[in-house]
């Protein structure tokens, strides 16, 4: 089943990993995720940072800021599709994937 899943990419390794940027959106497909983030963003390139896909960085300092350039292509092209992954982010992603209006920071 098609769906979209958040991506969140980081530094770091299992104890000291940081968030890099937004969480973002990847199409998800019966045996993966192929292709790059939504906003265009290589996220399997050679020199990319590493990346968690359906979860990611959590804590009591850790922000999810959804990238709003996901939401407006998943919006234009993939509406109606579930939205799954990192609990904070997910949430934030549909609304703003449902919105008409991208949300004032």
């Known amino acids: ?3 979209l899943v958040t991506v969140q990419c980081h ?5 000291d990993c940081k968030p890099v940027g937004n969480v973002h959106l990847v199409r998800g497909k019966a045996h993966g995720t192929p292709g790059p983030l939504l906003c265009g963003i290589n996220h399997h390139a050679e020199d990319s940072t590493g990346f968690s ?5 959590t804590g009591p300092n850790v922000k999810h800021i959804p990238c709003e350039d996901c939401a407006a292509v998943a919006r234009e092209q993939y509406l109606g ?16 994937v449902e919105s008409a209006v991208a949300p004032v920071a």
């Open 81 to 96: 599709l579930p939205i799954y992954g990192l609990a904070g982010a997910r949430e934030a992603l549909i609304k703003l």
């Open 1 to 3: 089943m098609e769906s």
């Open 53 to 57: 896909v359906g979860g990611g960085v």
């Open 11 to 15: 530094y770091g390794g299992l104890v």
